[in-house]
């Protein structure tokens, strides 16, 4: 199966901040990588696909990039409800697996 | 109100079985990829099978193969997830989701963009 790394694993950051988060696959998976928010007690919020496609209705400050093994979601301008944790996912090929998460907390 | 709900959760002792159940409501079942994903006390997400839209095509994730059988019944718009030989590593919350599979020039993209609430499947002795 494929392994999917995420860092940082936590990050303190504060309203406004820049913030970006990396993910990185154990071996090439084209594009096929998916942004997920998890806010406790709620279910994961599907931010981006395909690695760089915004989701219907995610605020644009979200984005996502990269391609093969290394992927990036940055959000440009935190704002005080993306306090959260955030997962990779990938699709490349079965069985789908995530990466274990980086929680954003406040600084 | 596009929403899915799952049921069936329980406690079980370990070899047992349970059968949840995800029930959907606002769209139509048959037009999507559905699956089921679980999250154990402590850890992060970890996607357990999905089933396509006519459940002609399967996938599971290779600890649960020959134990959980995901099926669908599109006319009562319910996903289902039967659970034997359960293990204590089974413990989790379980959720279905429903995926776009998006296409694009490059090809289809899982996107899961309806979650459910979750069940909760404890197994202990």
């Given at each position: 199966a494929i392994q999917l790394t995420q860092s940082p694993s936590s990050l303190s950051a504060s309203v406004g901040d820049r913030v970006t988060i990396t993910c990185r696959a154990?071996?090439?998976?084209?594009?096929d990588l998916g942004w997920y928010q998890r806010k406790p007690g709620q279910a994961p919020k599907l931010l981006?696909?395909?690695?760089s496609s915004l989701q219907s209705g995610?605020?644009?400050r979200f984005s996502g990039s990269g391609s093969g093994t290394d992927f990036t979601l940055t959000i440009s301008s935190l704002q005080p409800e993306d306090f959260a944790t955030y997962y990779c996912l990938q699709d490349?090929?079965?069985p789908r697996t995530f990466g274990p998460g980086t929680t954003v907390d406040m600084k | 109100e596009v929403q899915l709900v799952e049921s069936g959760g329980g406690w079980v002792q370990p070899g047992g079985s349970l059968r949840l159940s995800c029930a959907a409501s606002g769209?139509?079942?048959?037009?999507y990829w559905m699956t089921w994903l679980r999250q154990a006390p402590g850890m992060g997400l970890e996607w357990v099978a999905n089933i396509f839209r006519d459940g002609s095509e399967i996938h599971y994730l290779d600890s649960v193969k020959g134990r959980f059988t995901i099926s669908r019944d599109n006319a009562k718009n319910s996903l289902y997830l039967q659970m034997n030989?359960?293990?204590?590593?089974?413990t989790a919350v379980y959720y279905c989701a429903r995926d776009l599979d998006i296409a694009t020039e490059s090809g289809y993209y899982d996107a899961f963009d309806i979650w459910g609430r979750g069940t909760t499947v404890t197994v202990s002795s």
């Open positions: 154990s071996q090439g998976i084209r594009d981006i696909y395909a690695a995610v605020p644009s490349f090929n079965y | 769209f139509t079942l048959s037009s030989s359960l293990r204590a590593e089974d």
